[in-house]
């Protein structure tokens, strides 16, 4: 609530002026739109501010200057711009700044904890990254020689900004990288949209290993997360028979028309289909191919056959008196 007050001009500037009020005090006021002159009387008004809220006015004065101080610094400290994940069986997740730097790192188990200490990573390009984690997994018996290895790897934006990280190149990289150390290894990298990210995330698990259990799940093998979490990728693998979606697809969650319900989507040659439908499709394409190098083979082994009879028959016409001869 408004109230009025009066006070005698002593000082007139181009906006304002300055009046002594009847206790003896100086107040500022906006200069009248009629003007006034020195010894004056004016009557203004003025909000009345109790002595009770001044304390509250200054203790919100004080948390304003200080949460902008604890502000402040987020502005200078580099935000995450993708990630990216990698199963062996140490299971982890990088996050990686605009200028492909690793930022923070994120461990699924105690095998990514020993494996290596964050520190020693952070800071670090991508792909410089890459090659320590594989030579620590390499040196801790994580990639053996003469086994079947495999390494699971995701990139994944951060929110919807473009992604500065290329899925191909890092699936270059590590095989590369595993090649150059004299060892094979089967390396899958995927593309996982940020929805997809978090969904793991919620469960416990990297992206990688998450889209892993979907295509098990989606063969009707019955895994449960803790299975997962627990077990390596080529473990799983080998107990849960399934051909895994080939290297460098990429993976979306979508609402589907029958459903609110949100289905992760492959990228099938420009189609977004289910993952069971791809693994179907994939299959079936697989007989096909099976069904055309048997036809393959059976039409080779005709012409061959048909080839010696062919040169047996030459042989007789060549020589049709050779038994009276010999007679």
Not at 221 to 229: F, P, T, Y
Not at 279 to 305: F, G, H, I, P
Request: with cysteine; proline share 5%.
């Amino acid at each position: 609530m408004w109230f009025e007050k009066r006070g005698i001009v002593a000082k007139i500037s181009a906006k304002h002026c300055i009046v002594i009020t009847p206790d003896g005090s100086y107040e500022k006021i906006p200069l009248p739109a009629q003007g006034t002159q020195v010894g004056a009387e004016l009557a203004y008004r003025r909000f009345p501010l109790s002595y009770n809220m001044k304390p509250l006015l200054m203790a919100a004065s004080l948390l304003i200057v200080f949460m902008s101080f604890a502000l402040l610094p987020k502005a200078y400290l580099p935000q995450a711009a993708a990630y990216v994940s990698l199963d062996i069986n140490p299971s982890l997740e990088m996050a990686v700044d605009k200028n492909l730097n690793v930022i923070n790192v994120q461990y699924f188990n105690d095998d990514a904890s020993n494996l290596i200490p964050p520190e020693e990573i952070e800071g670090l390009n991508i792909y410089d990254a890459l090659r320590e984690l594989i030579a620590k997994a390499i040196e801790q018996n994580y990639i053996k020689l003469g086994e079947d290895n495999l390494i699971i790897s995701t990139v994944s934006p951060s929110g919807t900004d473009p992604m500065p990280i290329n899925q191909e190149v890092v699936s270059q990289f590590l095989e590369n990288t595993i090649t150059a150390s004299g060892y094979t290894s089967q390396v899958t990298v995927y593309s996982a949209s940020d929805e997809i990210r978090a969904t793991a995330k919620g469960e416990g698990l990297s992206p990688g290993k998450y889209l892993v259990y979907q295509q098990l799940i989606k063969t009707d093998n019955q895994v449960s997360i803790d299975e997962v979490k627990k077990n390596n990728v080529r473990q799983l693998i080998y107990e849960y028979p399934v051909d895994l979606i080939p290297d460098q697809k990429k993976f979306t969650l979508q609402k589907t028309k029958s459903s609110d319900e949100a289905e992760i989507k492959v990228d099938d040659n420009g189609n977004n289909v289910s993952i069971k439908d791809y693994l179907k499709n994939q299959n079936t394409r697989s007989e096909n191919v099976e069904k055309q190098d048997q036809q393959s083979n059976n039409k080779d082994d005709n012409r061959a056959k048909t080839k010696m009879k062919n040169d047996d028959q030459s042989k007789q016409n060549d020589n049709p008196d050779r038994g009276d001869t010999q007679k």
